[in-house]
């Protein structure tokens, strides 16, 4: 079949592509170098869409490509280049199409159709370069290697191969040229590392040292010099070398390398990862073709799994509902925020102090209950600040007007009596909580906000004996709040929508991923790992070994381990949270008495660390003799099977009790403030997957098609 007939079916089942469109013009070139051809990709929008490859956006460059060869052939130009729109070169496949596929070989027509297109770049007859000039991901990466040169700009903001992270494997040319160009370490790097890194982005300077652009130029005035430059090249003046290939035993340390980082991050349970392995050790070669061939296969093997599907749900979980939060009332309603108090200068209170300062840019005072506490709190966020300008992050003039807007008081009439937003970050206490607001409402304006940071308890309750309750809201962040993006948003029964928008607003400015929650014990996130510990604790506690109890949820390849995951925490606050789940639902949430005298002894978790262990987790032999077990001993597979039977329960009351809008907020919610792995989405499509959803609950939580392939 031909590349034609390819693209044109493959067309057909992609209705709703965005086009992208590949306009040839026609440059002559300085230094008297010859007549040039341009490809300039463009799907028709500005910068916030950035431009993608489906069948029809293949079959225009194709399309292009037919013209450039004949002018090739006819010796009418001396090269052709390849570029984007403005900040943006191209971000990769379309992958609203992928979700509709439903055949194997419809999957496979997609990966040879891409290889058909790109590979003519190398096979035109005149060298041909690719012009990085803004944002390049996947496919948009990959239309350039097949190209003799590369340029990139300085002020390209994100270069990725993140296939990886979705699911997918680079698979229009990624896995076999990238080591065939750089070397199979830096390649390993790329398409492993960062992917599985958090899609960790790579700087046009990046790009430029690893080796994958040839000449790195400031954005300013980038095409100009790239086409500088490339004159120099056709004329011979500069002539670009590249370092030669290890392809002996550094090439196989590589993948190894690679293999120890996917199983130290996905322990198996993602096989895409050790696909693109499998690509990068037989590309050692050269054979690109059969490089390309694998490719293919591979590609549609993962389109047509689970956890690419899962990949896709999550990635459009973060990027589109994350920013859309449902059940979010109108944003006219939200009241402007220009001065905001934080009760509290503790290392969580200065976080907050910090993050609202920088995103909102308004004074920010800080209370506490003596000078030296609120000395500290201010004092930590000067020292931050000054961190950012180490770091040349932001210059003199902003760190120094950031320091004048942050200041700390005893008295909060004196320092809240016309801020319009007030966040609690005090003791998680009930009766602490409702005097701190007790005070603040007396002092502040009619409209402020008053937002606590409580993790578990009761936003009504702590609103209950105020005059206006009803402006009274949940703002809980995830520690470090710098890092991770969710805010669970709680509204208390008599919370108005005024107030809950403004919430949102603010959470928005902040640059936040905000999800609405009723207010429920322990929210979302907090109430499902408490669930998991818990019956991870309770295992435990029955007889099974702490390393059989650990190793049992390897497969779901968490951020860390349960336990690791109770050090950072504290096993205090984790006892405290468990102790109120507990007193809502005392016949699903145990209190551990293990982790009771753990917490009595003053233990700061379960294990020791030392350098000659590689400071690898080992149980604490001072926790080993505190622990009181029975005699029921599970396998991993037991283990792991009451775990996710107890979670996918839970999650199935929450959404009976209306917690939160629906599954697919749940699953954002974990992703987002509990680092949980984009090739699960979460968790509900893994639990769908796995058979859990319906032996628990007697159906999935999602339907056919919304995380897997379409009946």
């Known amino acids: ?93 379309d992958l609203k199409g992928v979700e509709l596929l439903k055949k194997h070989d419809d999957a496979l027509a997609i990966g040879k159709g891409g290889h058909e297109v790109f590979k003519r770049l190398a096979g035109i007859g005149v060298p041909t370069f690719a012009y990085y000039n803004g944002a390049a991901m996947g496919g948009g990466v990959e239309v350039g290697l097949h190209c003799s040169y590369r340029t990139v700009s300085a002020a390209l903001p994100a270069f990725s191969l993140p296939e990886v992270f979705l699911g997918l494997v680079p698979g229009w040319g990624g896995c076999t040229i990238l080591p065939n160009l750089i070397g199979a370490d830096r390649a390993v790097s790329v398409i492993i590392e960062n992917s599985l890194n958090q899609n960790k982005q790579l700087k046009g300077s990046q790009v430029y040292e690893l080796g994958i652009a040839d000449a790195l130029f400031e954005g300013a005035d980038f095409l100009e010099q790239s086409l500088l430059w490339t004159a120099s090249v056709l004329k011979g003046e500069i002539v670009v070398e590249r370092a030669a290939i290890d392809r002996g035993e550094a090439w196989d340390q590589a993948v190894a390398k690679g293999r120890a980082v996917a199983d130290g991050k996905v322990h198996g349970a993602a096989p895409a ?49 994350g920013k859309r939060p449902a059940g979010a009332p109108d944003k006219s309603l939200a009241r402007p925020v220009t001065k905001v108090g934080v009760v509290g200068a503790g290392l969580m209170a200065s976080q907050l102090a910090l993050l609202f300062l920088r995103r909102l840019e308004v004074p920010v005072v800080l209370t506490d209950i003596d000078q030296e506490r609120v000395d500290k709190g201010v004092g930590y ?106 805010l669970e948003i709680v509204r208390g029964e008599q919370t108005d929508d005024a107030s809950l928008a403004t919430a ?45 109890a650990e190793r049992a949820v390897e497969p779901l390849g968490l951020p860390m381990s349960p336990l690791v995951l109770l050090e950072l925490v504290g096993p205090a606050i984790g006892l405290h949270v468990s102790e109120t789940l507990n007193r809502s639902f005392p016949d699903r949430f145990t209190v551990s008495p293990n982790l ?91 639990l769908d997957r796995e058979g859990v959803s319906e032996r628990v609950n007697g159906k999935p939580f999602l339907a056919q098609g919304v995380a897997s392939v379409p009946a």
């Open 1 to 93: 079949m031909s590349t034609t007939e390819l693209l044109k079916g493959a067309a057909e089942l992609f209705p709703d592509e965005v086009v992208t469109s590949a306009h040839v013009r026609h440059l002559d070139l300085p230094f008297n170098a010859g007549r040039f051809a341009l490809i300039t990709l463009d799907n028709g929008f500005d910068h916030t869409k950035p431009t993608t490859f489906g069948p029809q956006s293949l079959a225009n460059l194709n399309t292009a490509l037919d013209q450039v060869e004949k002018e090739a052939a006819a010796g009418e130009i001396v090269g052709a280049g390849v570029t984007g729109k403005p900040f943006i070169f191209a971000v990769g496949a």
């Open 273 to 321: 990862a050790y696909r693109a392995l499998d690509i990068i050790a037989a590309a050692k070669d050269g054979d690109l073709q059969k490089g390309y061939d694998a490719e293919d296969v591979a590609l549609a093997d993962l389109i047509m799994g689970g956890e690419l599907r899962a990949g896709i749900y999550a990635f459009n979980l973060v990027q589109k509902r």
């Open 381 to 486: 966020v000067h020292a931050e600040i000054d961190k950012l300008l180490g770091k040349r992050r932001i210059n003199q003039d902003k760190a120094n007007r950031l320091k004048a807007l942050v200041s700390g008081v005893l008295d909060k009439a004196e320092g809240f009596s016309d801020a319009d937003f007030v966040i609690e970050a005090v003791f998680e206490e009930i009766g602490v909580k409702q005097q701190v607001f007790a005070e603040v409402e007396a002092v502040v304006p009619a409209h402020a906000i008053l937002a606590t940071n409580t993790s578990s308890l009761s936003i009504t309750e702590m609103a209950s004996k105020l005059k206006n309750p009803e402006r009274v809201v949940g703002f809980h962040f995830f520690n470090p709040v710098a890092i991770l993006p969710l």
């Open 504 to 548: 949102f607003a603010v959470a928005k400015k902040l640059k936040k991923t905000a999800v609405l929650v009723k207010d429920a014990p322990a929210f979302v996130v907090n109430r499902i790992l408490t669930r998991f510990m818990g019956e991870i604790q309770n295992v435990i506690d029955e007889g099974t070994s702490v390393e059989v």
């Open 596 to 686: 009771a005298a753990v917490v009595k002894a003053g233990k700061r978790g379960f294990y020791v660390y030392s350098a000659e262990n590689g400071f690898k987790p080992e149980l604490d032999p001072e926790v080993a003799a505190l622990l009181k077990q029975g005699d029921v001993v599970l396998t991993e597979e037991q283990v792991r099977a009451r775990v996710l039977d107890a979670v996918a329960q839970e999650i199935g009351l929450m959404l009976d009790e209306g917690v939160v809008a629906e599954a697919q907020d749940i699953d954002l919610c974990l992703i987002t403030g509990a680092g949980w792995p984009f090739h699960l989405g979460g968790i509900t499509p893994y």
